[in-house]
C-alpha cells in the first residue's frame, strides 16, 4: 500500500511539473510598460507587442516581422507557420520561456531523435540576428496570440534615437 501511495506521489509530481513546463510559456502578453528604445514589456518584464485599434504595430513588432522573412523563414515558413523541416514558431513561442527562445537561436539546436536530421543552426556570432532576438520574439509572440496576423505592417511606431543607437553599438557602427 505504502508503495502504491509513493507511485501515486510521483507521478502526481510529474504531472504537476508537467503543468508548470506548459505554463512555461510567456503568460499574460499585455504591454504595461515602455522602454526608452520603444519596447513594450508585461507585467514580467518580458517583452511583449503592443498593437493598437488602428492596426498600428510597436516598432519590435515591425522589425522583427522584416528580421524574421530575412533570416528564418527559409527553414520556419512564412510568417512563422512552420515547414516539414522546422517547428512552427508561433506555436513554439506559447509554450517557450524567453530565455529558452533566446537561446536556442544563440547556441542552436539538432534533432538527432528522428531519422531525418534537422538542424538549427547557432546564431550568436550572426549581428543580423543577434542583435535582434527582442524584435524577432516579439513579433512572434504577436503571432502566437493571433494578435498579428499574416500580413506585413503596414503602420508602425517610429524607430527611436535609443534603438538606433543600441542597433550601431550592436552591429559596431559608429
Ligand atoms: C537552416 C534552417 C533553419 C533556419 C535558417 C532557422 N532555423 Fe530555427 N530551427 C530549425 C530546426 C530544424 C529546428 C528544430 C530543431 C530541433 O528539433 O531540435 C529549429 C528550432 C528552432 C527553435 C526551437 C523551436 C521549438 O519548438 O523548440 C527556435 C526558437 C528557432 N528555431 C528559432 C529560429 C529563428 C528566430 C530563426 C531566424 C533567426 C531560425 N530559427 C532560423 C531550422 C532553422
Redesign the pocket.
Known amino acids: 500500500m505504502r508503495k502504491i501511495c509513493s507511485v501515486i506521489a510521483v507521478m502526481m509530481i510529474f504531472v504537476a511539473s508537467g503543468g508548470i513546463a506548459a505554463a512555461d510559456g510567456p503568460g499574460d502578453p499585455t504591454a504595461v510598460k515602455k522602454e526608452d528604445d520603444g519596447k513594450w514589456l508585461d507585467k514580467d518584464g518580458t517583452p511583449t507587442y503592443k498593437i493598437s485599434a488602428d492596426g498600428t504595430v510597436d516598432w519590435f513588432t515591425y522589425s522583427g516581422y522584416r528580421r524574421?522573412h530575412s533570416?528564418?523563414h527559409?527553414?520556419?515558413g512564412p510568417d512563422g507557420m512552420g515547414s516539414t523541416?522546422?517547428?512552427a514558431?508561433k506555436d513554439?513561442v506559447k509554450s517557450?520561456s524567453y530565455g529558452d527562445?533566446i537561446g536556442?537561436?544563440a547556441s542552436g539546436?539538432?534533432?538527432i531523435s528522428t531519422a531525418q536530421e534537422?538542424?538549427?543552426?547557432a546564431?550568436g556570432d550572426n549581428p543580423n540576428?543577434a542583435c535582434y532576438m527582442d524584435d524577432?520574439y516579439v513579433y512572434l509572440r504577436a503571432r502566437s496570440d493571433e494578435a498579428w496576423g499574416r500580413q506585413r505592417p503596414a503602420k508602425k511606431e517610429d524607430k527611436t534615437k535609443d534603438y538606433t543607437a543600441a542597433e550601431d553599438a550592436c552591429m559596431g557602427k559608429k
Request: net charge positive.
Open positions: 524574421y533570416d528564418c527559409v527553414c520556419h523541416y522546422a517547428p514558431l513554439s517557450m527562445f536556442v537561436i539546436r539538432k534533432n534537422n538542424v538549427m543552426p546564431f540576428v524577432l
